[in-house]
């Protein structure tokens, strides 16, 4: 196999994981040329999904506390809000809980040992689990939801 040109290589590293043939660490330059380029490119998209996660969690929470304290007020302290806030801020759980997975999975992208694999899908599994879940809760509270609009 002709080894590929550096340039061919670095590119080829980010866009394909580092999995072209005919790079060897001669064609990159340095042991690790491309692996470089493609770990730093990682570890922004790592750090951009994590603060993706944090913003719609810190949001989704803000907006729940508002609708909460508005709603109490207009109420005058009496009855506790509906459970539309809480769907609310479920469905930010939820959609929080996809970014932290994928910025999960990015993470093992780039030469992942035996043990990161493992505690990858061990996270995996919870995350999905507790989506799942997640997901069944708000789907059931927005059908009970929706069948006291229809009957009422």
Same mark, same amino acid.
């Given at each position: 196999?002709?080894?590929?040109?550096?340039?061919?290589?670095?590119v080829?590293?980010?866009?394909?994981?580092?999995?072209?043939?005919?790079?060897?660490?001669?064609?990159?330059?340095?042991?690790?040329?491309y692996?470089?380029?493609? +770990? +730093?490119?990682?570890?922004?998209?790592?750090?951009?999904?994590?603060?993706?996660?944090?913003?719609?969690?810190?949001?989704?929470?803000?907006?729940?506390?508002?609708?909460?304290?508005?709603?109490l007020?207009?109420?005058?302290?009496?009855?506790?809000?509906?459970?539309?806030?809480?769907?609310?801020?479920?469905?930010?759980?939820?959609?929080?809980?996809?970014?932290?997975?994928?910025?999960?999975?990015?993470?093992?992208?780039?030469?992942?040992?035996l043990?990161?694999?493992?505690?990858?899908?061990?996270?995996?599994?919870?995350?999905?689990?507790?989506?799942?879940?997640?997901?069944?809760?708000?789907?059931?509270?927005?059908?009970?939801?929706?069948?006291?609009?229809?009957?009422?």
């Amino acid at each position: 196999m002709i080894p590929r040109p550096r340039w061919v290589c670095l590119v080829g590293g980010v866009l394909a994981l580092g999995l072209l043939p005919g790079c060897t660490s001669a064609a990159a330059g340095t042991p690790s040329g491309y692996d470089l380029v493609l +770990s +730093s490119l990682l570890s922004a998209l790592i750090f951009l999904a994590n603060l993706a996660g944090g913003l719609v969690v810190g949001i989704g929470t803000v907006r729940a506390l508002v609708l909460f304290v508005r709603d109490l007020l207009q109420r005058h302290g009496g009855e506790v809000p509906k459970e539309a806030i809480r769907l609310s801020l479920g469905r930010s759980l939820a959609l929080a809980l996809e970014f932290q997975l994928g910025a999960d999975i990015l993470g093992t992208a780039v030469n992942p040992s035996l043990q990161d694999i493992a505690t990858l899908a061990a996270i995996a599994v919870l995350r999905t689990a507790l989506n799942y879940f997640l997901g069944r809760e708000l789907r059931d509270a927005e059908s009970r939801d929706s069948g006291r609009s229809v009957t009422t």
